[in-house]
């Protein structure tokens, strides 16, 4: 039986202010769902519940049970390191748990076959401190991965990317999905790598889920104009994918609200 | 590692060579091996009752604050922190000052009030720290202001302490609060050493943990970290290393600061590799600070806490030009 992520009702309160209210989504596994919405909306926030970060009312459940922290691959927003660790020893890191005082053979194995998968191979001895904000969201990316989860949550993990490794990493998400039925839910903010990428979309507005489905079903004009605020053109490309195009935004909006993390 | 060892073994060997007496090593090496009951009675005296506990005991709590240092660096992640940070030998200064003032009232030698005292009270001042992660969350921000917040209370009870004091009672009071080797027994030894051991299985266990946590507290927790139970957990540990370490000797400085720092400079941030040499690296600063202290004064020994407090200023300098190139965190 296919695994299943059920959101029921969730609810996440930060002190008195409600910053997800009453979202419910079931998701099957194998696919790759993108979380979108404004700035503020929650997504965030939604992640951070769902990976047992931050507590939360209603139910939120993998495979039937409550989700344990320890098998989910989560990537926080903000999770630069500074500590002058190697990209190899933080790779390893993902499988901290089971490392001993020696590393066996099949651990690093396992490592060197991801820093290959992902391409940072050339990178393995280099410091932390000394890689680019993309390249570190890259190693971590790695390491995430090397916990093999069957569910993997992302928040923005692709933000400090250019656009060839934007489409780099999607690709190997999709690979990675496509080799272990894991269910990948990406926050993202550029709504055309989400169309490309993503099998399905969850759109977010004030905390509360507005759309969830394909995305053409869920991104139109009106929505555009209602959720974001922005007038735009739509264009399907020659492999039938939809292309957005803004053209201006239709009012000038309050500075958003900050998410929690 | 192993320059490590043998720069700390013959350091040990220069410590057991110098003192008032002085002793050449040929009398240091036959006096080894003729052991405690040699022929050599002014020999073995000296060697295996003076200065052999010293030597020991200098190794040791050096390496307790080696330990203590590097842990309470990682779990605070701040480069500044040591053993002292939280107040712990501030709570030890004012249970021995206590102890000395009025240890008579209680029916047992001195060499055991005093330490007892200073032990039971740096346990206190890590129930009060703890007792404020608890209810507070043990965010590195808590534990250092719950931290700052215990240092400076019993600093003011020792003030009041050694305000009320006698001449003669203040002396032995600030005599302690140098911290000199020369108090060490095989006593001190033997009871630092039970605590340092008992302590190694969850060191050792921790090491992953820590080494988690250098990632910063969103990625190891989201790596299924519970951090702030490896906080708490540690922060107990540190706990019990400083009370080893400073309740028979008295308060020395930046050791523990220090030798964090050189361990993370020469083998990186994996704690595999970071804590044995901070443990190593605290025992040579403190024998090497022993051996200079006895150098210059070889009449009136110098308190190693002095020394490594004069020489823990440019080697913090040294240490920090060194990170500084490549950020110091």
Not at chain 1, 19 to 35: D, F, H, K, P, R
């Amino acid at each position: 039986m296919t695994a299943r992520l059920v959101l029921r009702d969730v609810d996440v309160l930060h002190g008195r202010t409600r910053i997800i209210s009453g979202v419910s989504a079931s998701i099957a596994a194998g696919q790759m769902i993108g979380l979108i919405g404004p700035n503020g909306a929650g997504k965030s926030t939604l992640l951070n519940a769902i990976a047992g970060q931050l507590p939360s009312k209603g139910k939120i459940l993998w495979s039937g049970n409550p989700v344990d922290p320890r098998d989910v691959g989560f990537m926080p927003q903000q999770c630069q390191v500074r500590a002058d660790l190697s990209v190899l020893e933080v790779i390893l890191l993902g499988r901290h748990e089971q490392l001993g005082w020696r590393i066996g053979d099949d651990t690093l194995s396992a490592a060197t076959r991801i820093l290959h998968f992902f391409g940072i191979a050339d990178l393995a001895a280099r410091g932390m401190p000394t890689l680019s904000g993309g390249q570190q969201q890259l190693v971590l990316l790695a390491q995430r991965l090397m916990r093999q989860p069957q569910l993997l949550l992302l928040d923005e993990s692709t933000s400090a990317l250019d656009i060839r490794h934007q489409m780099h990493v999607l690709k190997l998400l999709k690979d990675y999905i496509a080799r272990t039925g894991a269910l990948v839910v990406i926050a993202i903010h550029d709504l055309n790598l989400a169309a490309r990428h993503c099998d399905s979309v969850m759109l977010l507005n004030g905390g509360a889920l507005v759309g969830h489905g394909a995305f053409e079903a869920v991104i139109t004009p009106d929505i555009l104009r209602s959720v974001y605020g922005i007038e735009a053109e739509f264009i399907t490309s020659r492999s039938g994918i939809p292309v957005i195009l803004p053209l201006s935004p239709t009012s000038v909006e309050t500075v958003p609200r900050e998410e929690p993390r | 590692m192993i320059g490590a060892l043998v720069c700390l073994g013959l350091l040990m060997v220069l410590d057991l060579t110098t003192g008032p007496s002085g002793m050449p090593l040929s009398d240091v090496w036959h006096g080894l091996l003729a052991g405690p009951q040699g022929d050599d009675r002014m020999v073995a005296t000296i060697l295996w009752q003076l200065r052999m506990p010293q030597t020991v005991m200098g190794v040791l709590v050096g390496a307790c604050l080696g330990l203590a240092g590097l842990q309470m660096q990682t779990i605070l992640g701040n480069p500044l922190a040591s053993p002292f940070t939280l107040g712990f030998s501030a709570a030890a200064g004012f249970g021995a000052a206590l102890a000395i003032m009025f240890g008579s009232l209680i029916p047992l030698p001195a060499f055991i009030v005093i330490p007892a005292c200073a032990f039971a009270m740096t346990l206190v001042a890590c129930g009060l720290v703890y007792a404020i992660a608890r209810l507070r969350g043990a965010t590195p921000e808590i534990l250092v202001l719950g931290g700052i917040a215990v240092l400076f209370f019993f600093q003011s009870l020792q003030s009041l302490l050694q305000f009320l004091a006698s001449p003669e009672v203040l002396q032995q009071i600030v005599f302690w609060l140098f911290g000199s080797l020369l108090k060490s027994s095989w006593t001190s030894v033997s009871v630092t050493a039970v605590i340092a051991c008992a302590c190694l299985p969850f060191i050792a266990r921790s090491t992953w943990a820590l080494t988690t946590l250098r990632l910063g507290d969103a990625n190891a927790r989201s790596l299924g970290l519970s951090v702030e139970a490896i906080r708490r957990h540690t922060f107990l540990i540190v706990a019990l290393l400083t009370a080893a370490a400073v309740s028979f000797v008295g308060t020395i400085g930046f050791v523990g600061l220090i030798a964090p720092h050189v361990a993370r400079t020469l083998v990186g941030e994996d704690h595999r590799f970071s804590l044995p040499l901070a443990a190593i690296t605290g025992a040579i600063i403190l024998i090497g600070a022993s051996v200079f202290g006895k150098f210059i004064s070889p009449a009136a020994v110098i308190p190693v806490g002095i020394i490594t407090a004069v020489a823990g200023v440019p080697m913090l300098f040294a240490v920090i030009a060194k990170r500084g190139q490549r950020g110091m965190s």
